[in-house]
């Protein structure tokens, strides 16, 4: 079965794997201590990004995309517990350096830009001496040198009159000139690795345009990385090349853009592009995936999406009772689903996806998609 939604036309089209790894994670998993429990944030996590690639991570709110960012870049409070097989960047495993050699590389190697810039920006000093600051703490530059700096990568991202904008403070800014300001900061100690947090979700439609094609015009003259972090199909579709699917702490489906948008292969991928209006439909209401995202502190045994798939009640309605259970509202699903975790798999080249009601799943190579 195959998906298309008229409004979505992925125009990139780079490999899911290749020989330039920039960044690899392997078996990540973050855990936070609580008053109320455990929380698994991620949960067994792999996936590698390539130079020049943009990799998005897409999934609803509380999935685990930001703390998997966060997680990278050493980034968490004292409650969290972050373990991984490697965490290597550029071959180099960021899970053994000092907290001194994680300072250079969080703004050196990997930059970040956030969803909201002006609560990402200092109120009280001006966007000029914020992004000198950053240049001066990783390179080795004098004051002027870095003022020259930053006012050429102010010009860079097309702010206009960058000596005048230097100066300025945060809020004389509009939010896509702000948003803009940041970029020129992430960029300016030109890293190998951007990692964009819902960078458009604060802006209108238009300077969301203008921002998203920025990133892709300094792509485009740099061997930059992007991880994007987002929950906009339509973001992804524009902007990526490989996309993987979060669903509570984990990848249900990775694979590149163009692949996925033609042939969603996991329920929970099938339900997000349902939920999403289409040209040319007359509906009252669009559809939604049924159920809540689940609590992390008690995660459903097996699939974790099981409680909500459509997939599993309706297989269950044609199986022998022994092969079903029922769910506390009284709805049957597939006991192998309601008991069973599905692992990652192969199901077609580059293309991962994890769930038992998938056909020939279980003859699927069961391959790592950070190697």
């Not at 509202?329 to 580059?350: D, I, K, Q, S, Y």
Request: with cysteine; hydrophobic share 40%; charged share 20%.
């Amino acid at each position: 079965m195959t998906h298309n939604p008229t409004i979505l036309r992925p125009q990139v089209d780079k490999n899911v794997t290749g020989s330039d790894t920039l960044l690899r994670v392997r078996d990540l998993r973050t855990n936070f201590a609580t008053e109320d429990g455990l929380v698994k944030a991620v949960d067994g996590v792999n996936f590698r990004i390539a130079k020049r690639q943009t990799f998005a991570l897409v999934g609803e709110s509380g999935c685990g995309k930001s703390v998997t960012a966060f997680s990278i870049l050493r980034l968490l409070p004292p409650t969290a517990r972050v373990s991984a097989t490697a965490i290597e960047l550029q071959g180099r495993n960021l899970l053994e350096l000092t907290d001194k050699q994680m300072r250079q590389v969080r703004g050196g190697k990997i930059s970040m830009i956030f969803q909201e810039p002006m609560s990402s920006l200092n109120p009280v000093y001006t966007c000029g001496n914020q992004i000198v600051e950053a240049i001066q703490l990783h390179r080795d530059m004098s004051a002027s040198q870095a003022r020259d700096l930053a006012i050429q990568m102010l010009r860079h991202v097309g702010i206009p009159a960058p000596e005048q904008r230097f100066d300025e403070y945060p809020h004389q800014l509009s939010g896509g000139m702000r948003q803009r300001v940041m970029i020129a900061m992430a960029l300016s100690c030109d890293p190998a690795l951007l990692i964009a947090d819902e960078p458009t979700t604060a802006l209108d439609v238009t300077i969301q345009a203008q921002i998203l094609q920025l990133l892709k015009d300094i792509q485009q003259t740099s061997d930059l990385s992007i991880l994007l972090i987002t929950h906009d199909l339509a973001v992804v579709a524009e902007t990526a090349d490989v996309v993987a699917v979060m669903y509570a702490s984990k990848i249900v489906e990775l694979a590149g853009v163009k692949e996925l948008f033609a042939n969603p292969l996991h329920p929970y991928t099938h339900g997000l592009f349902r939920s999403l209006p289409r040209l040319g439909q007359k509906l009252e209401r669009l559809e939604t995936i049924p159920g809540n995202v689940p609590n992390p502190l008690h995660f459903p045994q097996g699939c974790k999406f099981h409680p909500r798939c459509d997939r599993t009640r309706a297989a269950a309605a044609g199986a022998p009772l022994g092969e079903t259970v029922a769910l506390a509202n009284g709805e049957r699903v597939m006991r192998r689903c309601a008991f069973e975790e599905p692992p990652l798999r192969e199901l077609e080249h580059c293309h991962w996806a994890s769930c038992w009601e998938i056909p020939d799943f279980e003859n699927a190579r069961r391959t790592d998609p950070s190697l």
